[in-house]
């Protein structure tokens, strides 16, 4: 996501340089490294999995491709250049890149989120409602269109705003920020904003539809399900459910400290030149990273047969 600045601020912000002995460097190196080859390699067998075969074309697993692809698109696109420009302090990639650097990250977050959500009111309607008609493939398919447009929207602000400026002095930096308007000195309302529609609403609808959910799965049976395999699909069901609370779960907990990080040193600004503030930023901006890699882990740790697409399918 991205770190957005006011060119008046720009100097102030970014005078003093936090060097890294390389050892330091090294490792981080290693650790976003490894993100990025897990997350892109784990994603893009899911999605091979989703579209080579047609009896996993269903509305849980549509969701779960758009949640891949959103996963192994950031993790490509965007965790080596994080490291790079957070380690360096400095923006080797030119000002098209910089635009598409600001605004990819919470387009992505964005797609990732609401199409968990998507997966949760799906099954909310399959398990509570399984009487009523269930989304087809294509308004699936404009489901997923309408979440990628609106998160479009919503990060445009950073790409329309977004530059490149050379900074001079002693060293001679190119820099990648978010030249807010005149009229948005304080960028931190925006911040606040993007927060709650990409990360507080929707982990509250999710923990709505999921504790109903869970309390018909776990504390009673299931309305309209009177199938000679009842018990059978009451576990592939759970199955699916506990996998997508897990996923959230994770989700969540590896993006709150990121979110937190520019709560705090948006209302405290000094934080900023604090001596440790680079190691804690870098730290955070992996844990937020790493989140891309963790949902193949999971799918296939649940489940005995790969990605969990087959327990998805009985579950519909």
Known sequence: MATAHNGSNLTSNYTSKFVQPPWRVALWS???????????FGNLIVMWIILAHKRMRTVTNYFLL??????????????????IYAAH????????YCKFHNFFPVTSVFASIYSMSAIAVDRYMAIIHPLK???????????????????????????YFST??????????????????????????????????IYVLPLVVMGITYTIVGVTLWGGEIPGDSCDNYHGQLQAKRKV???????????????????VYFIVTGLNKHLNKWKYIQQVYLSVLWLAMS??????????????????????????
């Not at 302090?89 to 098209?96: R, V």
Request: hydrophobic share 50%; charged share 10%; proline share 5%.
């Open 164 to 197: 490149v400026r050379t900074l001079s002095g002693p060293r001679s930096r190119t820099l990648c920020y978010v030249a807010w308007p005149n009229m948005a000195d304080d960028p931190f309302m925006y911040h606040i904003i993007v927060t709650v529609l």
């Open 133 to 159: 008609p269930r989304l087809s493939a294509k308004a699936t398919t404009g489901v997923i269109v309408c979440i990628w447009s609106l998160a479009v929207v919503l990060a445009f602000p950073l790409c």
């Open 30 to 40: 290693i650790a976003y490294s490894s993100v990025l080859a897990v997350a892109v």
């Open 291 to 316: 989140s891309t890699m963790y949902n193949p882990i999971i799918y296939c740790c649940l489940n005995s047969r790969v990605c969990s697409v087959d327990c998805a399918q009985r579950a519909q």
């Open 89 to 96: 302090g400095e923006w080797y990639f030119g000002e098209a």
């Open 66 to 83: 758009n949640l891949a692809f959103s996963d192994a698109s950031m993790a490509a696109f965007n965790t080596l250049i994080n490291f």
């Open 241 to 259: 459910v506990k996998m997508m609370i897990i996923v959230v779960v994770t989700f969540a907990l590896c993006w709150l400290p990121y979110h």
